[in-house]
């Protein structure tokens, strides 16, 4: 594959850390942008990441020990336009990954301050990179990414992106219709929409990544030293459901399922992120060309996430019960879920390994980091809700295990 310039906006988040790695490995020229959010927002709540996450300049050193280069990270933030510009003039990358988000929902819904906060920073922040990369380097390939949350829970099948609706007798294809579910999700269909409008305006050649829920702590090759560990948060806001259950099982805590757990949605391991950006970053459309793709393994609901857990942790000898508490969010929890994911695999993707097999990878990384996790146990059930008010989701019933 030839030696690309990969900007990567987030380089310090749950995915760019370990992408910048990856991208380095590959002999990929790596330069990166963040503002350090994510880890304010984390301590912010009260909580830490379940990995010990090194400091920034600790990152940095450990890269120049471990890769023959050096690459350029730079703090700073998407909402200084004239830095960010004058970073990607001085940079020319071929290829830009937008990681650089806050991608919570929960943390969008606490109250008027969050979910604006949440919006301008994602929808004003892209903005800024589309409008930078048009003037500065207009050639360059935009890996943006989005989530599956923007589709919603259609009662039919989810295509990548677009459909071909007949109406009146008349045919068209359209934008499949976003129906998102949190102020978050609504700020990534806002950036679906400019991403496209830029595609239509000034033909930028753009992939549109609808990810589906992350979860993991490794990648292939994965360094040993702690300095280059991806972090792995456990709270209401930032604790993605998987990556939640496990850190709750090696406490002995039961996994707190919302409602009563039928909410399906498509999930992915953290390598095989790694593994599909890679392709994408690799085959970009061609010049003028705009490409919607559906990035998930596979689809499960809540409660088939919990018995799967549930079954690696009896391997490990360890004892999970099952929790149904008082669902914070609004959404349906029964519903149809049949989303399309044919592109990645036309470009090559293979699952690198089962759930249950992520998921004994993750307890082994999870269970020296106990006692983190107990100090902060209070955090592990949500009082952030949909309808505004503030308080601790109620038990809704108890299953233990055997
Ligand atoms: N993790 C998931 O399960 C998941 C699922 C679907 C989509 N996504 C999307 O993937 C992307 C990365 O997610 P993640 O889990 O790595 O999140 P993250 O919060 O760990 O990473 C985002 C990084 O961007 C930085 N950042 C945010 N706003 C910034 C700004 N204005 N300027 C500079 N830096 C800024 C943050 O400090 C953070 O380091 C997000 O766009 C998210 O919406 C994630």
């Given at each position: 594959m030839p030696e690309r310039r990969v900007f990567v906006a987030?380089?310090?988040g749950y995915l760019g850390w370990p992408l910048s790695q990856h991208l380095l490995k590959r002999g990929h020229v790596v330069a990166g942008v963040d503002a350090f959010l994510r880890r304010e927002q984390v301590a912010g709540l009260g909580a830490c990441s379940a990995v010990p996450v090194a400091s920034p300049q600790e990152r940095k050193s450990a890269l120049r020990e471990h890769f023959q280069q050096t690459p350029d990270l730079r703090t700073g933030n998407m909402l200084d336009f004239p830095f960010l510009r004058a970073f990607l003039k001085d940079f020319q990358p071929d290829t830009v990954v937008h990681l650089a988000e806050i991608p919570s929902a929960a943390w969008s819904m606490i109250d008027q301050a969050h979910c604006s906060f949440t919006q301008h920073n994602n929808v004003i922040g892209t903005l800024n990179l589309l409008w930078a990369m048009h003037e500065v380097c207009p050639d360059a390939h935009l890996v943006k990414l989005g989530t599956?949350?923007?589709?919603?829970?259609?009662?039919m099948p989810i295509p990548e992106g677009f459909f071909e609706p007949e109406f009146r007798g008349r045919r068209d294809r359209l934008p499949f219709p976003r129906q998102a579910g949190s102020f978050y999700h609504w700020s990534k269909v806002h950036d679906s929409n400019n991403t496209m409008f830029a595609w239509i305006l000034w033909g930028l050649r753009a992939t549109y990544i609808m990810q589906g829920v992350v979860y993991g702590t490794e990648i292939e090759h994965q360094s040993d030293d702690p300095r280059l560990k991806t972090r792995l948060d456990f709270d209401q806001?930032?604790?993605t459901v998987v990556n939640r259950f496990c850190c709750q099982a090696v406490i002995g805590h039961p996994l707190t399922i919302y409602g009563q757990g039928g909410q399906k949605r498509g999930f992915l391991p953290l390598r095989d992120v790694m593994q599909c950006l890679t392709l994408v970053i690799d085959s970009p459309p061609n010049a003028g060309d705009y490409c919607v793709v559906n990035q998930f393994d596979a689809c499960y609901t809540i409660n088939e996430i919990a018995l799967l857990v549930r079954q690696a942790c009896s391997e490990e000898g360890l004892t999970v019960d099952i929790m149904e508490v008082e669902n914070p969010r609004m959404e349906s929890g029964r519903h149809e879920y049949q989303p399309d994911r044919e592109q990645l695999l036309a470009l090559g993707y293979q699952p690198a390994g089962s759930p249950l097999q992520e998921i004994r990878m993750m307890l082994a990384d999870l269970l020296p980091q106990r006692e983190r996790i107990e100090a902060r146990?209070?955090?592990?059930?949500?009082?952030?809700?949909w309808d505004g008010a503030h308080r601790r989701s109620g038990v809704l019933g108890r299953e233990a295990a055997g």
């Amino acid at each position: 594959m030839p030696e690309r310039r990969v900007f990567v906006a987030g380089f310090d988040g749950y995915l760019g850390w370990p992408l910048s790695q990856h991208l380095l490995k590959r002999g990929h020229v790596v330069a990166g942008v963040d503002a350090f959010l994510r880890r304010e927002q984390v301590a912010g709540l009260g909580a830490c990441s379940a990995v010990p996450v090194a400091s920034p300049q600790e990152r940095k050193s450990a890269l120049r020990e471990h890769f023959q280069q050096t690459p350029d990270l730079r703090t700073g933030n998407m909402l200084d336009f004239p830095f960010l510009r004058a970073f990607l003039k001085d940079f020319q990358p071929d290829t830009v990954v937008h990681l650089a988000e806050i991608p919570s929902a929960a943390w969008s819904m606490i109250d008027q301050a969050h979910c604006s906060f949440t919006q301008h920073n994602n929808v004003i922040g892209t903005l800024n990179l589309l409008w930078a990369m048009h003037e500065v380097c207009p050639d360059a390939h935009l890996v943006k990414l989005g989530t599956m949350g923007e589709y919603g829970t259609p009662a039919m099948p989810i295509p990548e992106g677009f459909f071909e609706p007949e109406f009146r007798g008349r045919r068209d294809r359209l934008p499949f219709p976003r129906q998102a579910g949190s102020f978050y999700h609504w700020s990534k269909v806002h950036d679906s929409n400019n991403t496209m409008f830029a595609w239509i305006l000034w033909g930028l050649r753009a992939t549109y990544i609808m990810q589906g829920v992350v979860y993991g702590t490794e990648i292939e090759h994965q360094s040993d030293d702690p300095r280059l560990k991806t972090r792995l948060d456990f709270d209401q806001c930032f604790g993605t459901v998987v990556n939640r259950f496990c850190c709750q099982a090696v406490i002995g805590h039961p996994l707190t399922i919302y409602g009563q757990g039928g909410q399906k949605r498509g999930f992915l391991p953290l390598r095989d992120v790694m593994q599909c950006l890679t392709l994408v970053i690799d085959s970009p459309p061609n010049a003028g060309d705009y490409c919607v793709v559906n990035q998930f393994d596979a689809c499960y609901t809540i409660n088939e996430i919990a018995l799967l857990v549930r079954q690696a942790c009896s391997e490990e000898g360890l004892t999970v019960d099952i929790m149904e508490v008082e669902n914070p969010r609004m959404e349906s929890g029964r519903h149809e879920y049949q989303p399309d994911r044919e592109q990645l695999l036309a470009l090559g993707y293979q699952p690198a390994g089962s759930p249950l097999q992520e998921i004994r990878m993750m307890l082994a990384d999870l269970l020296p980091q106990r006692e983190r996790i107990e100090a902060r146990a209070e955090l592990l059930l949500p009082d952030i809700r949909w309808d505004g008010a503030h308080r601790r989701s109620g038990v809704l019933g108890r299953e233990a295990a055997g």
